[in-house]
Structure formats: structure tokens, C-alpha cells
């Protein structure tokens, strides 16, 4: 989809809105320091909404919706989870943090190596554990946010000049490496073909880790596109054929569209504020014109 937005240029209030359906603006959620603080309990999120159509759902890598176990996701429908909750960024290779744990569903546990590589381990892991039965899974990569730490032997593999833009290649890389994992796994136990995919980024990339998000304007904390047009990817083989898309298409639009996807009904109290993109990426209807809001709690955000 090469007209893909989130609706937030920091992590935060866009992760709530791809949990939640709906502009995290409707929850007082302006700012990552805000979100970050935690989203509502009594507002549902992702996987309450496909428990009921039998969704097993896991949480992997970063959550950053609340900073504490009493907001954490093994609390908000996530059968399973295996992340670090509260801060925007996690060390790389320090990861026994007393004060920045990795959980395994409420549990701090212990780890070495480097972290891009254990979500992806995680995510094969689950996958091989739920392939007999309907499973909604939320990997959430931390890379390529700060710091910006990379193998060694990963780095030595660019050389453009600036060491900053190495480490950040090679971050990225790394993430290719897992994804690319995650993607094998699900071909090889014969499900790739009827899964539905999303890839995204939170938000643009940053302009001080040497990201260039050009030919758009400025990067992460600006509304200008730079910041809130992000790469946007989905993959259904079995029911959408292989193109690209000139639709505006938003984060908002994965949960309704996931729920059209498994017949699971969408809430009418606080109705979604996405649509459902199937008919559109599968030819059914054309695009149309829509709009987009974004405000992010600041004069440049205006």
C-alpha cells in the first residue's frame, strides 16, 4: 500500500491505535509520555475482540501502553506474552535490567544474546505451538529504535561512511533476518497461503539516528509525512492477489479489516473509526476519497 499511514509520528499513541480500532485522541492519548502511561482497561483491545470468534493471541517485543505488570497485555486478552512493557526503548544486549525486565507472560526471566533475534525466535516458537488451531500474533519489533546497538558481524556488512547508519542498516537487517524467520515457518507448515499479514512501522523514521525517509518530509515527532507515512504491507495469498495499492489506507483500518477477515463482529458501542479494506484490495470496490486526522498534542502536531 504505498499511501500507508499511522495515526500518531511516535510509538505510543499509534500502537493504541492499532490496538484499540479507534484514534487514541478519543482516549486523551496525545504523546508517547501519555500512552506510554497506560491505555484505559476498560477499553478493549485486539485480542478480546477475536477471543470469541477461538483466537489463541500473543504479545512479543515491545508493548510501551502501560508502564507496569497492572497494565501489562497478559492482562488485556493476550493468552500468551513475551516482551518488556513501559519504555519506549530496550537495551539490545542488556537484558537482565531489574529495572526494564523481559516478561514471559507476568514473570521477569533471564536472557542473553541479542533481542531483535529472540522475537523472532518467540514468534516461530508460537507458531509451531498454535498451528492447528486459529492464532492472532503481535510482534512487535523494538528495532530499529535507539540504541543503536547491532553483532558485529552484522555491522561489518555496510560501510557507508558513518558508523551511526551502519549500526542502523544493520539493526534493520537483523529484523529483515527474523521477519524473514517468521515467514519461513509459516510456509513450511503450509499456512502461509491463508494467513493474513500486516507489516508497519509506528511511525517515520528519526532524522538524528540518520534514518532518511525521503522524498517525504521530515521523520518521527513531525506531522508532516515524513512522520506519520510509514511502509504498509499485507499479505493473503489465498484471498488477495499479488499489487500495489494507491489507496490512503491507515493502522487504523487492520483491526476491522482483520475482524471482516475471520467473521467476527465489529463493536457498535464505540464503533472503529478504520474500515475494512478487504473488498477494496480485492477489487471489489474502488478507492475513495477519505480523511485522516492527526494531532499530537503539540503546536507542530497542530
Known amino acids: 500500500c504505498r499511501q500507508g499511514y499511522v495515526t500518531g509520528n511516535v510509538c505510543s499513541p499509534t500502537r493504541t491505535a492499532l490496538m484499540t480500532g479507534r484514534y487514541q485522541q478519543r482516549l486523551g492519548l496525545y504523546t508517547a509520555g501519555e500512552a506510554g502511561s ?71 526471566v533471564k536472557l542473553d544474546g541479542y533481542l531483535t533475534d529472540h522475537w523472532g525466535t518467540e514468534a516461530v516458537a508460537f507458531i509451531d505451538r498454535q498451528k492447528a488451531k486459529p492464532f492472532f500474533l503481535y510482534l512487535a519489533f523494538n528495532a530499529v529504535h535507539a540504541p543503536l546497538k547491532a553483532p558485529a558481524d552484522e555491522i561489518a556488512k555496510f560501510n557507508t561512511g558513518n558508523a551511526n547508519r551502519n549500526t542502523l542498516l544493520a539493526m534493520g537487517k537483523r529484523l529483515d533476518d527474523a521477519i524473514g524467520n517468521v515467514v519461513a515457518k509459516l510456509k513450511h507448515e503450509g499456512l502461509f497461503e491463508n494467513t493474513l499479514l500486516f507489516f508497519i512501522s509506528d511511525n517515520g523514521g528519526p532524522l538524528a539516528q540518520t534514518a532518511n525517509n525521503a522524498p517525504l518530509r521530515a521523520g518521527k515527532h513531525s506531522d508532516y509525512e515524513g512522520g506519520i507515512r510509514v511502509p504498509f504491507l499485507i499479505s493473503w495469498p489465498a484471498k488477495l492477489k499479488a499489487g500495489e495499492s494507491q489507496a490512503v489506507v491507515s493502522a487504523l483500518d487492520i483491526l476491522p479489516t482483520v475482524l471482516a477477515a475471520v467473521g467476527a463482529p465489529a463493536p457498535t458501542e464505540k464503533p472503529l473509526d478504520g474500515k475494512n479494506l478487504l473488498p477494496l484490495l480485492g477489487g471489489e470496490t474502488a478507492p475513495t476519497p477519505r480523511n485522516l486526522f492527526w494531532c499530537s498534542g503539540s503546536e507542530e502536531g497542530w
Not at 497494565?71 to 488485556?76: D, K, M, T, V, Y
Request: net charge negative; proline share 14%; no cysteine.
Open 38 to 108: 497506560g491505555v484505559p482497561m476498560k477499553e478493549p483491545i485486539f485480542p478480546q475482540f477475536l477471543k470469541p470468534a477461538g483466537y489463541t493471541s500473543m504479545q512479543i517485543g515491545k508493548w510501551h501502553l502501560g508502564p507496569t505488570p497492572e497494565w501489562g497485555p497478559a492482562l488485556r486478552g493476550f493468552d500468551e506474552v513475551f516482551g518488556f512493557l513501559g519504555r519506549g526503548a530496550h537495551d539490545y544486549y542488556n537484558l537482565n535490567d531489574p529495572e526494564d525486565p523481559i516478561y514471559r507472560g507476568t514473570t521477569p
